[in-house]
């Protein structure tokens, strides 16, 4: 009957806890090398929904990118 309880306690917790961890943002980065340093680089991104962050700059041969994507709501746009 304790080992029943206990199961069903740690399965309640689970579920209550997995929108916390579904609701975290989650980041990539990504390293891009330059063609030409000398040259300012251009980068065109698509967003649906997030940020994107470019660490870096000055008299370096590559870019590192950090893409972020944050939670979406539960409203779809209709």
Same mark, same amino acid.
């Given at each position: 009957?304790?080992?029943?309880?206990?199961?069903?306690?740690?399965?309640?917790?689970?579920?209550?806890?997995?929108?916390?961890? *579904?609701? !975290?943002?989650?980041? /990539?980065?990504?390293?891009? #090398?330059?063609? $030409?340093?000398?040259?300012?680089?251009?980068?065109?991104?698509?967003?649906?929904?997030?940020?994107?962050?470019?660490?870096?700059?000055?008299? *370096?041969? !590559?870019?590192?990118? /950090?893409?972020?994507?944050? #939670?979406?709501? $539960?409203?779809?746009?209709?």
């Amino acid at each position: 009957m304790t080992a029943k309880f206990l199961l069903s306690g740690l399965t309640a917790l689970a579920l209550a806890a997995a929108p916390a961890f *579904a609701a !975290e943002p989650s980041s /990539e980065r990504f390293t891009v #090398p330059l063609s $030409d340093p000398s040259r300012p680089a251009h980068l065109e991104v698509s967003l649906v929904m997030g940020g994107i962050a470019v660490i870096g700059g000055g008299a *370096a041969r !590559e870019v590192v990118i /950090e893409a972020l994507a944050r #939670p979406g709501d $539960d409203d779809e746009p209709g």
